[in-house]
């Protein structure tokens, strides 16, 4: 099996119909349009419209300008202000696709990963009550010591640092032990 074909067979292992479809109804729930039937996810994303309609709904003029005609390039402009807006709405660097993970289909379950992404930073933007995608992120737990409690802790042994109790690895043997000789 050629290289390529390998790395097309990891990538396309790592796809969730489940999560995709998770994803479609959301993106559907958001805009309150249904994908053209028949049509697969990756084709109904790949020119970047529905996603900036999406970012646009979310968060209004994200995206102010969407190209629904010209080449390629035009096309691949869209996913990239996508892109950018969505970097701006607060969703991680690390969590967004490449273009060309999309406009290739190369990985379309890093798109899927960076829509969940996306649906989970809805939940920090009070201005949105439409619907969620994903876990709700955890919240801050700040908690504050007193100093006598910091010292207290510091006395202790952590388990994580482990403790033998006073052994020690004398009299163990593992197999014959080490002979030198001299002479021969």
């Given at each position: 099996m050629s290289l390529e074909r390998q790395v097309r067979a990891k990538l396309a292992s790592k796809?969730?119909?489940?999560?995709?479809?998770?994803?479609?109804?959301?993106?559907?729930?958001?805009?309150?349009a249904k994908f053209p039937p028949g049509e697969l996810f990756?084709?109904?994303?790949?020119?970047?419209?529905?996603?900036?309609?999406?970012?646009?709904?979310?968060?209004?003029?994200?995206?102010?300008?969407?190209?629904?005609?010209?080449?390629?390039?035009?096309?691949m402009e869209n996913i990239t202000n996508f892109q950018s807006a969505i970097k701006a709405y607060g969703v991680p660097d690390i969590d967004v696709f490449q273009t060309v993970d999309l406009w290739e289909k190369k990985d379309i379950a890093q798109v899927v990963s960076t829509l969940f992404a996306l649906g989970r930073e809805t939940y920090r933007h009070p201005e949105w009550n439409g619907p969620y995608l994903g876990p709700k992120p955890a919240e801050e737990c700040k908690r504050d010591f007193s100093e006598e409690v910091l010292k207290a802790g510091q006395t202790v042994i952590g388990l994580q640092a482990g403790s033998n109790k006073g052994a020690t690895q004398a009299g163990q043997?593992?197999?014959?032990?080490?002979?030198?000789?001299?002479g021969k």
């Open positions: 796809r969730s119909p489940e999560r995709e479809k998770e994803a479609q109804e959301w993106i559907e729930a958001v805009l309150g990756e084709d109904v994303l790949k020119d970047g419209t529905v996603l900036c309609q999406l970012i646009n709904k979310l968060k209004p003029g994200s995206v102010p300008k969407i190209n629904t005609t010209g080449g390629q390039f035009k096309m043997n593992m197999g014959a032990g080490r002979k030198i000789l001299l």
